[in-house]
């Protein structure tokens, strides 16, 4: 399942240069808004998981106002998108308890991190449930308990924090598709680990709850 992103700009150019950047990394962009009521639509479709809104937008309503309306209605992490860094403009922002801001103009590495990393905190304060259906069978866990996942010919191991592993049969490959955009990140041909549990990278490995792992050069974009 691959992250779905609302962008909420009322300026064509910027908004399809961040659609872009957003779908370069492998997320998806959800629609393009230039106003509350279009946003409000594309929200109200379900396929939603984070929104981009810039503060001052077409019409009336500005961008806190789809921020208010966003933490009344539906449960996903968004970024501001501003020129501005006033007082008024931040006190605004802050009331409406975003995962962050980014200022015009929007750097696409800043623009990548800040998604990432608001994607992550979201995480770590929501713990998903992720239910995984693999041919007949169905496995449910925590997103926030898988730590990493390795692959043996035909299985795939789930390693978790608990203890209580999962056996999927499923190549790496396949089984990344399956599960939430950015829940693993793959670091080699057989292993892929859950960035909420990265400590730390050193050289050519990761390190997560006092376990290291090699990254191939393949893979060592991911970080």
Same mark, same amino acid.
């Given at each position: 399942?691959?992250?779905h992103i609302l962008i909420v700009?009322?300026?064509?150019?910027?908004?399809?240069?961040?659609?872009?950047?957003?779908?370069?990394?492998?997320?998806?962009?959800?629609?393009?808004?230039?106003?509350?009521?279009?946003?409000?639509?594309?929200?109200?479709?379900?396929?939603?998981?984070?929104?981009?809104?810039?503060?001052?937008?077409?019409?009336?309503?500005?961008?806190?106002?789809?921020?208010?309306?966003?933490?009344?209605?539906?449960?996903?992490?968004?970024?501001?998108?501003?020129?501005?860094?006033?007082?008024?403009?931040?006190?605004?922002?802050?009331? $409406? &308890?975003?995962? @962050?801001?980014?200022?015009?103009?929007?750097?696409? #590495?800043? +623009? %990548?991190?800040?998604?990432?990393?608001?994607?992550?905190?979201?995480?770590?304060?929501?713990?998903?449930?992720? $239910? &995984?259906?693999? @041919?007949?069978?169905?496995?449910?866990?925590?997103? #926030?308990? +898988? %730590?990493?996942?390795?692959?043996?010919?035909?299985?795939?191991?789930?390693?978790?924090?608990?203890?209580?592993?999962? &056996?999927?049969?499923?190549?790496?490959?396949?089984?990344?598709?399956?599960?939430?955009?950015?829940?693993?990140?793959?670091?080699?041909?057989?292993?892929?680990?859950?960035?909420?549990?990265?400590?730390?990278?050193?050289?050519?490995?990761?390190?997560?709850?006092?376990?290291?792992?090699?990254?191939?050069?393949?893979?060592?974009?991911?970080?």
């Open positions: 399942m691959k992250t700009e009322d300026e064509v150019m910027i908004a399809n240069i961040i659609q872009l950047h957003i779908e370069s990394a492998g997320y998806v962009c959800a629609g393009i808004a230039i106003d509350y009521e279009e946003a409000i639509e594309i929200l109200e479709q379900g396929k939603v998981n984070m929104a981009l809104l810039d503060v001052n937008i077409s019409g009336n309503e500005k961008g806190t106002d789809i921020g208010d309306y966003i933490n009344l209605t539906y449960k996903i992490p968004f970024l501001y998108l501003t020129a501005y860094s006033d007082r008024q403009t931040i006190e605004d922002i802050k009331n $409406t &308890l975003p995962y @962050g801001y980014l200022k015009k103009p929007i750097d696409k #590495d800043n +623009l %990548l991190i800040t998604i990432e990393l608001a994607m992550n905190s979201f995480a770590q304060q929501n713990p998903v449930q992720i $239910t &995984l259906k693999v @041919g007949r069978d169905t496995y449910l866990f925590r997103a #926030d308990e +898988l %730590l990493y996942a390795e692959a043996d010919h035909i299985y795939v191991s789930l390693v978790m924090t608990t203890g209580k592993n999962l &056996l999927v049969r499923s190549s790496l490959t396949a089984l990344l598709e399956l599960l939430p955009a950015n829940l693993l990140k793959q670091i080699n041909r057989s292993q892929a680990i859950n960035p909420q549990h990265l400590e730390r990278i050193s050289g050519d490995k990761v390190f997560l709850i006092q376990q290291s792992f090699k990254i191939s050069p393949l893979f060592r974009d991911n970080f």
